[in-house]
């Protein structure tokens, strides 16, 4: 984050091809509601990120959910990595922003987000 590049996870997940321009439209309404992660969305039957996709699909290509982790390790702290998933209610989510601001002129040798959401409980590494 510091430099301007790095390494962050993804996820490429196919779709019927016949339904590419509905899938691009529902992603601009989860756009709109503040969901988002989406990289890039792929041609019918083309490779994405280098992922090939069966002819009749398309690939999207999709910020996955352990960056956080991922960022603490390349900022040399040790952490170890488990997927785990579950389904929780869109009206209980809370912008990052509101659970773990950044830190504000205040330098921890960590990163201001990642130490401001162990602070306030959301991650522990």
């Not at 992660?37 to 990120?49: D, E, R, S, T, W």
């Not at 929780?88 to 040798?109: H, W």
Request: net charge negative.
């Amino acid at each position: 984050v510091e430099r301007g590049y790095g390494l962050i996870t993804a996820d490429v997940r196919e779709v019927v091809g016949v339904g590419r321009e509905r899938t691009r439209r529902l992603l601009r309404q989860l756009g709109d509601c503040g969901l988002g992660g989406v990289l890039m969305v792929g041609q019918v039957g083309q490779p994405i990120l280098g992922i090939p996709v069966q002819q009749h699909t398309f690939g999207i290509a999709l910020v996955a959910g352990i960056n956080p982790p991922v960022a603490a390790y390349e900022a040399g702290v040790p952490a170890e990595f488990a997927c785990s998933e579950g389904l929780v209610d869109y009206s209980l989510l809370k912008p990052i922003e509101e659970l773990a601001p950044t830190s504000q002129g205040e330098d921890d040798g960590v990163g201001g987000v990642l130490v401001a959401a162990e602070r306030a409980g959301v991650w522990a590494g």
